[in-house]
Nanobody, 124 residues
């Protein structure tokens, strides 16, 4: 599966942004999809994951209550709605996917497919 992120940008703290991850392939609904992010000089950080059907999700502690992951399997797209953004949310955001296992997976090594990333910059 190929993944393409979009929706990144520059905005002020407190604002909202929605990222999209568009996937190719007919079997998109068989993949668990997650968002990770990486700021310069840091390790890739887990943000959120969603189950194959979209009925369950899992969030990293730093975004819980502010970010929402969702998916539309009819459009082969996963979304990340980001609210109450903070400067520390500044990073490149990556979409990733895996076909095996369950959605409760925050280790980037478990994911086989990655997009190219989209930059999110939050100013104070």
């Amino acid at each position: 599966v190929q993944l393409v992120e979009s929706g990144g940008g520059l905005l002020q703290a407190g604002g909202s942004l929605r990222l999209s991850c568009a996937a190719s392939g007919r079997t998109f609904s068989s993949y668990i999809v997650s968002w990770f992010r990486q700021a310069p000089g840091t390790d890739r950080e887990f943000v959120a994951a969603i189950s194959r059907s979209g009925d369950a999700s899992y969030y990293g502690d730093s975004v819980k209550g502010r970010f929402t992951i969702s998916r539309d399997n009819t459009k082969n797209t996963v979304y990340l709605q980001m609210n109450s953004l903070k400067p520390e949310d500044t990073a490149v955001y990556y979409c990733s996917a895996k076909s095996a296992g369950n959605y409760y997976a925050n280790n980037p090594r478990l994911y086989s497919y990655w997009g190219q990333g989209t930059q999110v910059t939050v100013s104070s």
